[in-house]
């Protein structure tokens, strides 16, 4: 699904989450925000620069609440949250743990499974 950050500037996260408060949000061919944006760190330096560093300020200028970031890499799930105009690192979730949203209290995941999932998809 693309995500518009802004004028012109669209990224594809992983998974995207946008609650039903305002409908107009969701385009045909994009959506126009979301709630909680979550990547999977890619295996390729350049990759996974862009991944944990360049991604980071493009979602907090748009407004998005909170990211996660997946790294099979390292084995973990990091929860940013949006404090004025930048993130904070909420928590990092390691396998054994239960990675939770600060947004969302029903919203959580194992992150053995988030780790072991299929990517085949």
Do not use: C, H
Request: no cysteine.
């Amino acid at each position: 699904m693309r995500l518009r950050l802004w004028d012109q500037k669209y990224r594809e996260p992983d998974i995207l989450l946008l609650r039903d408060r305002d409908s107009r949000l969701r385009q045909k061919k994009f959506w126009d925000g979301a709630d909680l944006a979550i990547e999977i760190v890619s295996e390729r330096l350049e990759d996974r620069e862009r991944d944990l560093v360049t991604k980071r300020p493009e979602y907090a200028r748009s407004g998005i609440e909170e990211y996660w970031i997946v790294d099979p890499e390292q084995e973990t799930v990091t929860v940013l949250n949006l404090g004025e105009d930048v993130y904070t690192e909420g928590a990092v979730f390691v396998r054994g743990d239960t990675a939770t949203s600060s947004q969302l209290p029903e919203f959580a995941l194992p992150v053995s499974e988030i780790l072991d999932a299929d990517r085949s998809f």
